[in-house]
């Protein structure tokens, strides 16, 4: 299996659910949106953000919904659920406290 | 209702495999044809545009099967091919398939015997209204040695009428008070007296 890491896949989840936070959005313009906020350090390639949105969907966190897209064409459109507003703001506490705890060791000495 | 989306959704990947396949292809041609498009509002010739967005697209095939990997799909082809192994392995060695299934079926026939036999005496309700007003009257002489002679059976109201009706039965009402006072569903009576209840 050639998936990512653990931690990875998860951020990568913490991520869009983050991205859908916004409004409701197609695949592109999620991996889009999180390139240009994180100035193009962050760069979601499909192989992985299609499997994470349907496992999303999967998990309910996310629903999808076909809809017009900016260019008139028919898109597959993306948004919260409720449970998944729960869980985003569950994961993004995680992400502060494992990411304050990784900075303490880090600074260490 | 999250865990009654969640089946919804399943069910669909799996019944309507076509139509979610199409679905899937059609988002990722949209991504595709979007890319392009972002590529060439970055100033590259459609040409370049183009290459670029299939470049990174390269591995389509893989990632759609990811994608059905994370509708849970490969579950049930997973279980599939568990069965098929199972199977052959079976075939490869008859003697100990013959075995194996051949203690499962002693042990299934065993067990659905007996449980047959004790759910119709234990647990199952008799077929009538009301079965626990059923009561059965006994006799039995000492004379001759002989007990367990049916006197009647039938329900609780029943008898209860026939003792208002018929006083040629004259034992009748002592069975009533013993079926009221000790709820008793089986009454001995030994030479026309009372004897015992159970």
């Given amino acids: 299996m050639s998936k990512p890491t653990e931690l990875v896949q998860g951020t990568l989840d913490l991520l869009i659910l983050k991205t859908l936070q916004l409004g409701p959005s197609h695949g592109w313009a999620i991996a889009q949106r999180i390139r240009q906020v994180s100035n193009s350090v962050l760069r979601v390639n499909q192989g992985a953000l299609y499997p994470a949105l349907h496992r999303l969907e999967q998990q309910g966190w996310i629903k999808a919904e076909w809809g017009e897209s900016e260019n008139n064409r028919r898109a597959k459109y993306y948004s919260l659920t409720a449970a998944g507003k729960k869980f985003l703001h569950k994961e993004e506490a995680n992400w502060a406290r494992l990411s304050q705890a990784i900075g303490l060791v880090l600074d260490m000495a | ?198």
């Fill in chain 2, 1 to 198: 209702m999250r865990w009654l989306d969640k089946i919804r959704l399943r069910v669909r990947s799996l019944f309507q495999k076509p139509a979610v396949d199409r679905e899937l292809e059609e988002e990722l041609r949209f991504h595709l044809e979007r890319q392009i498009q972002g590529n060439i509002a970055a100033g590259m010739s459609p040409d370049e545009a183009f290459r670029a967005a299939r470049i990174e697209f390269g591995a389509a095939p893989r990632f759609q099967e990811e994608c059905r990997e994370a509708r849970g799909l490969t579950f049930l082809q997973d279980v599939a091919r568990d069965a098929r192994i199972a199977l052959r392995t079976l075939r490869k060695n008859p003697g100990f398939a013959a075995v194996t299934i051949l203690t499962l079926a002693l042990v299934i026939g065993a067990n659905s015997a007996i449980f047959s036999a004790i759910y119709t005496l234990v647990f199952r309700r008799l077929p009538y209204k009301d079965p626990n007003q059923l009561v059965a009257i006994w006799d039995s002489n000492r004379h001759t040695g002989v007990d367990h002679i049916p006197v009647m059976e039938g329900s609780y109201p029943i008898l209860h009428d026939g003792a208002k009706q018929d006083i040629r039965i004259k034992f009748l009402g002592r069975i009533l008070d013993a079926l009221q006072q000790f709820g008793a569903r089986d009454v001995f009576f030994a030479d026309g007296e009372l004897f015992a209840v159970g």
